[in-house]
């Protein structure tokens, strides 16, 4: 019985210690964070869409989730030296990404991105589901895995070879892109039966080849993995003291072949730190930003938090991180998406939607 619970207390240490470590209180710090802006959100447009008066604020950090107006804003403010206030704290969160990429590696996927924090928890089911990981064929790794660049060459070639300033300009004050975080949280609360079906896929193939999304098919992380290459950090591992004993390249979600090099300089490395972990040998395998600089997990988690910490208030300092669409044009576009502009017999539609705002404003002074 003595055995069994000291067992069980040693198995309660080490699931602590887990959560504890520094890239999984940073992974779940900014989850956190995603999650009570999606709330926030969520909220404000109820209260629009139920016309009352909005008593939330737009959380302007939802539009991390608008890579695409970021990309299309990215080349407008190169072209014209213009940051437009459309989405402004997509293209803020977008250079934040980059920036940490220049310095550690694709370090936004590992230690950030919300996507491969759920990524990452679903491939833990693969142990307990099926005991014992199954191992994905190299050919078909090698197969799938350019699937995801290709996807960004696909964006950054529309949008930065064939898309000239005028149609840059017509996209960003488009209500398509001014509205896009409607439409973005739409998809999720009135999804659709294909787009679930994908969603349940791409789980469950998550769950059986670990870090499926990820690795094969987000073209956010393969941009970021290219930008990696010109980063400063990498690991570094010191040939003369390794035991080659290969435990680092098996934690490896990379799949990388940490043990044939030096210093491991992919596109796939995301400074997650496993390997470091994994060696049974001190400082054998470490990250650095120079031979002679080395960064411990903590420093690497100190690090992305003062990035965003100091980006996001320098947006929020020089007027560049709430985008400068009204409320009253929320309110508008959510009324005319209930009551669209179609004849009927009996009143126009015009005629309609005024009676729907006065109505409104009947309401709000009612309330006041």
């Known amino acids: 019985m003595e055995g069994q619970s000291h067992t069980g207390s040693n198995s309660k240490i080490n699931f602590i210690k887990s959560v504890f470590r520094p890239r999984a209180a940073v992974q779940l710090l900014f989850f956190l964070i995603t999650l009570y802006v999606g709330i926030q959100f969520y909220w404000f447009v109820a209260e629009l869409e139920a016309g009352a008066s909005s008593s939330v604020v737009r959380p302007p950090g939802v539009e991390a989730f608008l890579p695409i107006s970021a990309l299309v804003s990215l080349k407008y403010f190169l072209c014209t030296g213009v940051f437009n206030r459309v989405h402004p704290s997509a293209l803020v969160i977008f250079f934040i ?20 924090f759920l990524s990452e928890m679903l491939s833990r089911l693969n142990g307990v589901l099926i005991k014992k990981t199954l191992a994905f064929p190299r050919w078909a790794d090698l197969i799938l895995r350019p699937a995801k660049y290709l996807l960004a060459g696909f964006f950054i070639w529309g949008i ?5 300033v005028k149609a ?6 488009s209500p398509y892109n001014r509205f896009a975080d409607l439409k973005m949280l739409a998809f999720f609360t009135h999804i659709s039966c294909p787009s679930l079906a994908v969603i349940l896929v791409l789980s469950v193939l998550s769950v059986f080849i670990p870090h499926f999304w990820c690795r094969y098919l987000c073209p956010y992380g393969a941009l970021l ?14 040939p003369d003291a390794c035991i080659n004993c290969g435990k680092c390249e098996v934690v490896c979600p990379g799949r990388i072949r940490i043990t044939a090099k030096p210093r491991v300089n992919t596109m796939e490395c995301s400074a997650c730190l496993k390997c470091v972990d994994a060696c049974p040998k001190n400082e054998v395998i470490g990250f650095s930003l120079a031979p002679r600089l080395p ?14 910490i100091v980006g996001v208030s320098a947006a929020r300092y020089t007027g560049y991180w709430q985008n400068d669409t009204p409320v009253a044009d929320y309110r508008r576009y959510l009324l005319e998406r209930q009551f669209p502009r179609v004849p009927f017999k009996g009143m126009d539609a015009e005629k309609m939607k005024r009676m729907m705002e006065m109505m409104q404003k009947m309401q709000e002074q009612g309330r006041s």
């Open 97 to 116: 990404a980059c920036t940490t990429a220049l310095i550690f590696k694709k370090g936004f996927c590992a230690w950030v991105c919300p996507v491969g």
């Open 295 to 308: 960064v411990s997990p903590k420093g690497v988690a100190l690090a992305m938090a003062a990035l965003f």
């Open 225 to 238: 993995g290219l930008l990696g290459l010109l980063s400063l950090g990498r690991i570094r591992r010191d």
């Open 168 to 173: 840059l300009e017509q996209f960003i004050y």
């Open 160 to 164: 930065f070879v064939n898309m000239p």
